[in-house]
């Protein structure tokens, strides 16, 4: 029977030991337990096989155990939880009532949007900064559901700062996110409700906000409105429930209007029915008027030195117009100001917006830091739009020339220059 080498049946047994593919304390073991087995020569016989073959299996057994031990298990190898990078405290709060479901979703799930559908991503939530992961082991109201917390029902002690913690076998981040559970009365309703807006004398809806995970892939979701506590004839002209959504029209909004509204959902979990709720805060505002806007300022001619620093005011007048949605802007030789001054020189000053006897005014000046002569021949216009009109004032500058005149003074007694009067003119 022809014989075989060693290296032949390492190479067969561990190809990334051979050929500089791999190396380390895995493959070093792996050729020290084989050298065992070859310790006779080069080459074996059959009868030396069967000699060596309880060896030869022992050391296979210890090459799979190898193997196992080395294979990435994304629990086991994930990076330590003291090297995890701390991204922050998420902006919201989440505010929910006492008795009703919680879902907590990781803040920073979007830049992991492979997390929980990858077998090698890891998510574990803990409560204020304790190393304790929860749920606990003989938690059952709480449990994780891709990669969220669920909390159901939730209660007042389960309020606080939940961190989340996303890992693979090669990195880590954890940020947190505050957690508030009220008991459901009068007095959390401003806490607890989401502020939404409509305008007077129009047609506009409230939405039910956050149900997501109880409306997932269900196309009868029946929603109840209530507001200040009463339910509400969803099928009136006033008020139209639209099916199917989340959405409360309201037709003709008026100033009665406004108030607490309350939005409710069932949610069944393993048989048992959940209220879900909502609390929105409506705010009517009043509707917006557009006038066409007046530039009242600056002057076509304006007088500086050389060298010294100037403000142009750019004034318009809007009389009982709205001031939000009317733009105000200064251009040079029909460049916008940023780009024709780069370097700050020229500058658009913070825009204002204030009333006088009831009428309305926005104001930008245009700041020159300092004046060269290179304004004189500069082309500015001050330009404003809104939805009604498109309005445009030119004003160039001029040097102002200073020529000191002195007064001589004649009287009785004395002839001569006066020592001290004397006037400035500028032309």
Same mark, same amino acid.
């Not at 069967?50 to 799979?64: A, W």
């Not at 031990?69 to 990076?79: N, S």
């Not at 989340?164 to 009365?185: G, H």
């Given at each position: 029977?022809? %014989?075989?080498?060693?290296?032949?049946?390492?190479?067969?047994?561990?190809?990334?030991?051979?050929?500089?593919?791999?190396?380390?304390?895995?493959?070093?073991?792996?050729?020290?337990?084989?050298?065992?087995?070859?310790?006779? %020569?080069?080459?074996?016989?059959?009868?030396?096989?069967?000699?060596?073959?309880?060896?030869?299996?022992?050391?296979?057994?210890?090459?799979?155990?190898? /193997?196992?031990?080395?294979?990435?298990?994304?629990?086991? #190898?994930?990076?330590?939880?003291?090297?995890?990078?701390? &991204?922050?405290?998420?902006?919201?709060?989440?505010?929910?009532?006492?008795?009703?479901?919680?879902?907590?979703?990781?803040?920073?799930?979007?830049?992991?949007?492979?997390?929980?559908?990858?077998?090698?991503?890891? /998510?574990?939530?803990?409560?204020?900064?304790?190393?304790?992961?929860?749920?606990?082991?003989?938690?059952?109201?709480?449990?994780?559901?891709?990669?969220?917390?669920?909390?159901?029902?939730?209660?007042?002690?389960?309020?606080?700062?939940?961190?989340?913690? =996303?890992?693979?076998?090669?990195?880590?981040?954890?940020?947190?996110?505050? $957690?508030?559970?009220?008991?459901?009365?009068?007095?959390? $309703?401003?806490? =607890?409700?989401?502020?939404?807006?409509?305008?007077?004398?129009?047609?506009?809806?409230?939405?039910?906000?956050?149900?997501?995970?109880?409306? #997932?892939?269900? *196309?009868?979701?029946?929603?109840?409105?209530?507001?200040?506590?009463?339910? $509400?004839?969803?099928?009136?002209?006033?008020?139209?429930?639209?099916?199917?959504?989340?959405?409360?029209?309201?037709?003709?909004?008026?100033?009665?209007?406004?108030?607490?509204?309350?939005?409710?959902?069932?949610?069944?979990?393993? %048989?048992?029915?959940?209220?879900?709720?909502?609390?929105?805060?409506?705010?009517?505002?009043?509707?917006?008027?557009?006038?066409?806007?007046?530039?009242?300022?600056?002057?076509?001619?304006?007088?500086?030195?050389?060298?010294?620093? &100037?403000?142009?005011?750019?004034?318009?007048? &809007?009389?009982?117009?709205?001031?939000?949605?009317?733009?105000?802007?200064? *251009?040079?030789?029909?460049?916008?100001?940023?780009?024709?001054?780069?370097?700050?020189?020229?500058?658009?000053?913070?825009?204002?917006?204030?009333?006088?006897?009831?009428?309305?005014? =926005?104001?930008?000046?245009?700041?020159?830091?300092?004046?060269?002569?290179?304004?004189?021949?500069?082309?500015?216009?001050?330009?404003?739009?809104?939805?009604?009109?498109?309005?445009? $004032?030119?004003?160039?500058?001029?040097?102002?020339?200073?020529? &000191?005149?002195?007064?001589?003074?004649?009287?009785?007694?004395?002839?001569?220059?006066?020592?001290?009067?004397?006037?400035?003119?500028?032309?």
């Amino acid at each position: 029977m022809q %014989g075989c080498s060693f290296q032949t049946w390492l190479s067969a047994s561990a190809p990334g030991c051979l050929g500089g593919v791999a190396s380390g304390s895995w493959c070093e073991s792996v050729s020290r337990g084989t050298k065992r087995l070859w310790s006779a %020569g080069p080459e074996i016989s059959t009868s030396c096989v069967l000699q060596k073959l309880p060896e030869t299996m022992f050391i296979f057994y210890m090459l799979v155990m190898s /193997v196992s031990a080395f294979t990435i298990q994304p629990e086991e #190898h994930a990076v330590a939880a003291e090297n995890c990078k701390f &991204l922050g405290k998420h902006f919201k709060t989440d505010f929910r009532v006492e008795g009703e479901p919680v879902v907590l979703r990781c803040p920073q799930a979007q830049l992991w949007l492979w997390a929980s559908v990858s077998p090698y991503v890891n /998510v574990t939530w803990r409560k204020n900064d304790s190393t304790r992961k929860v749920p606990g082991e003989e938690e059952t109201r709480m449990w994780i559901q891709d990669g969220a917390l669920w909390i159901l029902p939730a209660l007042q002690e389960d309020s606080g700062t939940y961190i989340c913690t =996303i890992r693979n076998a090669s990195y880590c981040d954890e940020m947190s996110i505050e $957690l508030r559970v009220f008991e459901k009365t009068e007095a959390s $309703l401003p806490f =607890i409700s989401y502020p939404q807006i409509l305008t007077l004398s129009t047609s506009g809806s409230l939405v039910c906000p956050e149900l997501s995970e109880f409306t #997932h892939n269900k *196309m009868d979701v029946k929603i109840q409105w209530y507001k200040d506590s009463v339910l $509400l004839d969803q099928d009136n002209e006033k008020f139209l429930s639209v099916r199917g959504t989340s959405r409360l029209l309201i037709q003709n909004v008026s100033v009665e209007d406004a108030g607490y509204y309350t939005c409710a959902m069932t949610f069944t979990h393993e %048989g048992m029915p959940y209220n879900v709720t909502r609390n929105i805060e409506l705010r009517v505002n009043k509707k917006e008027e557009e006038t066409i806007p007046v530039i009242i300022s600056p002057h076509q001619t304006i007088l500086a030195s050389l060298g010294s620093r &100037l403000t142009i005011p750019c004034k318009v007048f &809007l009389g009982a117009g709205t001031q939000s949605t009317t733009m105000l802007w200064w *251009m040079a030789n029909n460049t916008r100001i940023e780009n024709a001054y780069q370097g700050g020189r020229v500058a658009e000053g913070q825009r204002q917006e204030y009333s006088e006897n009831n009428e309305n005014y =926005i104001e930008v000046p245009l700041v020159f830091d300092p004046v060269i002569r290179e304004d004189l021949n500069t082309d500015f216009k001050c330009l404003v739009r809104n939805t009604l009109s498109f309005q445009t $004032l030119r004003t160039t500058v001029k040097e102002v020339y200073i020529i &000191l005149l002195t007064c001589t003074l004649i009287g009785r007694g004395h002839a001569g220059p006066w020592p001290h009067p004397s006037w400035l003119v500028e032309i």
